[in-house]
């Protein structure tokens, strides 16, 4: 086994104690079943996801779907709680202040299963790993740092090679933004149009605008507190909570392989805040020429208040 992946054993059998419960599958996860049917609880059961980052959106992400019944996931993350994680992150407590997050989520989802299978990378998806992170997995899920462009556009690359659909929900505002990706649409660096030479602040842009096309946060959120520099910007923990949600559905049509999943160039947003959704389909990705100008005002102001 690579010292990048960790396959966290099982817990050994220990006979229950007074107040405890011997587990049940079937048991615990019976109220999922007129949503979804016996069959297919089994389906997700056997199925893997892939969670980046067991931040923000990660945790609540690993939370949602082991609550589905998902039984298989590998989960990547090299950072550790600190205080500037409280208002949002799901492991993020007191006792957790300073453990490594995916030590913490890891714990937190055997809580809800404890017959999880777990392969945790604790460096993080890096270069050497992505394929190892990939192996065996039927779904990608987004919860990787919003700042981490380059990595991201490795990973989408690679999930698409093996065919995987990937689901990314962010949190912005008081809203959740959604994309899917799948062979059925755009490949990533096609829909954000991201390329090769463009400068960070560029490529930070155009993941922004192509993100949230519809922008139903824009009326409320103050982009003078996103910090480039320092790679942090306004967030709330119920739009992670939204995201979860949303992405949790879209996981169950991906997985299950029943409803309409409807892939990039569609977008999704719902803000709870303003009570407005908006669907939609970009023609054209983020070349659209409505798109181009946005990201040209967006690095326009950015500009100005750098100065």
Not at 85 to 109: C, H, L, S, T
Not at 223 to 234: K, L, T
């Amino acid at each position: 086994m690579s010292m990048d992946l960790l396959e966290i054993p099982l817990p050994s059998d220990v006979a229950p104690g007074p107040n405890e419960v011997h587990w049940d599958y079937e048991r615990a996860f019976c109220r999922n079943l007129g949503i979804i049917n016996e069959h297919e609880q089994q389906h997700l059961r056997a199925s893997r996801v892939a969670i980046v980052g067991m931040g923000g959106v990660g945790g609540v992400h690993l939370m949602t779907l082991a609550r589905l019944g998902i039984e298989r996931f590998t989960i990547a993350d090299l950072d550790t709680f600190e205080l500037a994680n409280f208002n949002r992150q799901y492991g993020a407590k007191v006792d957790a202040i300073g453990r490594p997050k995916v030590e913490v989520m890891a714990d937190e989802v055997r809580r809800i299963n404890p017959d999880t299978q777990l392969r945790v990378l604790p460096k993080g998806v890096t270069d050497d790993n992505i394929e190892l992170f990939l192996d065996g997995v039927d779904l990608l899920i987004d919860g990787i740092d919003y700042f981490a462009i380059d990595m991201r556009r490795k990973l989408y690359r690679a999930a698409a090679k093996r065919n995987i659909p990937a689901i990314m929900a962010g949190p912005v505002g008081c809203s959740a933004a959604w994309l899917v990706f799948s062979r059925d649409g755009m490949p990533f660096d096609r829909y954000f149009d991201l390329h090769d030479g463009q400068s960070e602040m560029e490529q930070l842009a155009a993941f922004t605008i192509g993100l949230a096309p519809a922008a139903l946060q824009f009326p409320y959120v103050d982009i003078s507190r996103v910090n480039i520099a320092e790679q942090y910007g306004p967030s709330v923990g119920l739009a992670c909570q939204l995201c979860a949600g949303v992405a949790g559905a879209e996981a169950l049509k991906l997985l299950l392989a029943r409803g309409t999943v409807r892939s990039v160039p569609n977008y999704a947003q719902f803000d709870a805040y303003r009570g407005k959704f908006r669907r939609g389909r970009l023609w054209g990705g983020n070349r659209h020429p409505l798109q181009r100008l946005k990201r040209w005002w967006l690095l326009r102001t950015v500009a100005r208040m750098s100065r």
